[in-house]
């Protein structure tokens, strides 16, 4: 089965910087990623998805790259805020197969003000 | 839309005992999902269904079982609890054909097994 590591220290950053998260994976290259956002005693909450062709996707103050090469996927947050702050969730899947996503550990990211 | 519903918020059970959780969309998605998440561990997943009436095991089937008789509901049964089940349960549904693959998940179910 895959296996993901994401470091398992929170990342304490100041308001307003950028904050970076790694996902790293071993064995299968997956063909597709997704990021989640999980607040305490809460879901899961989707984020975004990159897939194995795409280097970088981005939406608003959130971009994630995919190296296929390193098996890792890098996650900021630019200009991050407070209410930024929460445990963030990578999920890899192989092609054409949506049912079969596995899911990391998180990281916890605490931005003070 | 409610989205994704989870009952029971909480529940104690002793070991050997019985009980369902239950799991029901508003979505009309076909996909329907039910994960384990344990503390410092990523979200494991039991079962998963296409539809109704097909299901498939997971990563970490063994104690469960469920059933899909709607495309609304998908309960997960408990058999003989054991203090290893002691987790919160996730149920998610997708949409077939999203192209993100985008999980919705319901707020949990915090089950501990004394």
């Known amino acids: 089965s895959q296996k993901i590591e994401q470091n398992s220290e929170a990342l304490n950053i100041q308001e307003g910087k950028t904050a970076t998260l790694t996902c790293n994976y071993t064995n299968y290259s997956p063909a597709y990623l997704q990021w989640y956002r999980q607040d305490p005693g809460r879901g899961p909450v989707f984020l975004l998805l990159i897939r194995e062709n795409e280097k970088e996707k981005r939406k608003e103050r959130l971009k994630v790259t995919f190296d296929t090469t390193l098996k890792q996927s890098l996650f900021h947050i630019t200009a991050s805020q407070p209410a930024d702050s929460a445990t963030y969730l990578c999920?890899?899947?192989?092609?054409?197969?949506?049912?079969?996503?596995?899911f990391g550990s998180g990281t916890k990211l605490n931005v003070k003000p | 839309n409610a989205g994704v519903t989870q009952t029971p918020k909480f529940r104690i059970l002793k070991i050997g005992q019985s009980m369902t959780l239950q799991c029901a969309q508003d979505m009309n998605h076909n996909y329907m999902y039910w994960y384990r998440q344990d503390p410092g561990m990523g979200l494991k997943l039991i079962y998963y269904s296409v539809g109704a009436g097909i299901t498939d095991k997971g990563e970490v089937p063994n104690g469960y079982n469920v059933s899909r008789s709607t495309t609304e509901d998908f309960p997960l049964r408990l058999e003989l609890a054991a203090p290893s089940q002691t987790s919160v349960y996730f149920c998610a549904s997708r949409r077939q054909g999203a192209n993100t693959g985008e999980l919705f998940f319901g707020e949990g179910s915090r089950l501990t097994v004394l």
């Open positions: 999920a890899l899947a192989p092609l054409y197969n949506f049912n079969k996503f596995y």
